[in-house]
């Protein structure tokens, strides 16, 4: 069955500073890969996502991810943190037949001023 | 365009009892997914609707029931509720696609 691993559970970053979530997973064939954002009890809001192609992905505010086949690996990136940036990040794959999204347990982002 | 909406916002039920949530889909979709997010974990999936029919279910007891309706929209139901019932759930739309919207969620309180 497939898995999704997010080895940090909790990252603090200054403002400005770098960033880098790490994300792997387990499953047979390429997959689909997302990165979904959620702020304290909201929905999850769809940051980007690999398909196919280019292993740089572009995202929305300002995030990119780098999926690595031989790692399965599918990184988070930001050059520069913002202090609304502060959130929960949850990497997802899509398998199956119905397409279902299977998550990681999330990496909690806090940003320090 | 609309985006996926979610009632109630909150509820709280005994055990027991029985719950309904609702979930408009976004405009254009026709697929409507459900998820279950205890506190602390990452979305669990439940089970998806396509064209008012069940089209996949994840690790879910059969109390965890649904429905699509011709508009698309979709109800999640959950009988006999228990404590480890109590969660943020999550509704999802989509077309054919993997990529899916989530809506606010309503978040359940079992006690």
């Known amino acids: 069955a497939q898995s999704v691993t997010q080895p940090d559970i909790h990252i603090t970053v200054s403002e400005g500073a770098s960033l880098e979530l790490r994300c792997n997973y387990s499953?047979?064939?390429?997959?689909?890969l997302f990165w979904y954002v959620q702020s304290p009890g909201q929905g999850l809001q769809l940051l980007l996502k690999?398909?196919?192609?280019?292993?740089l992905v572009q995202g929305i505010k300002g995030f990119e991810a780098e999926f690595k086949r031989s790692q399965s690996s599918f990184n988070l990136r930001k050059p520069s943190v913002h202090w609304s940036d502060a959130a929960e990040y949850f990497c997802?794959?899509?398998?199956?037949?119905?397409?279902?999204?299977?998550f990681g347990s999330g990496t909690q982002l806090t940003v320090l001023p | 365009e609309t985006g996926v909406t979610q009632s109630p916002t909150h509820l709280i039920k005994t055990r027991g009892q029985q719950v309904t949530l609702r979930c408009s889909s976004q405009?254009?979709?026709?697929?409507v997914s459900w998820y279950q997010q205890a506190l602390g974990q990452g979305p669990q999936f439940i089970f998806q609707?396509?064209?008012?029919?069940?089209?996949g279910r994840g690790n879910f007891p059969p109390r965890f029931s649904g429905l699509q309706f011709p508009n698309y929209s979709s109800e999640l139901n959950v009988n006999a509720l228990e404590l480890d019932d109590s969660a943020l759930y999550l509704c999802?739309?989509?077309?054919?696609?993997?990529?899916?919207?989530f809506g606010p969620g309503t978040r359940l309180t079992v006690t």
């Open positions: 999802a739309s989509s077309t054919t696609t993997y990529e899916q919207y």
């Open positions: 499953y047979g064939a390429t997959p689909y």
């Open positions: 690999y398909f196919s192609g280019d292993t």
């Open positions: 997802a794959v899509g398998v199956g037949s119905a397409r279902q999204l299977t």
């Open positions: 405009s254009g979709h026709n697929t």
């Open positions: 609707y396509y064209r008012e029919e069940e089209n």
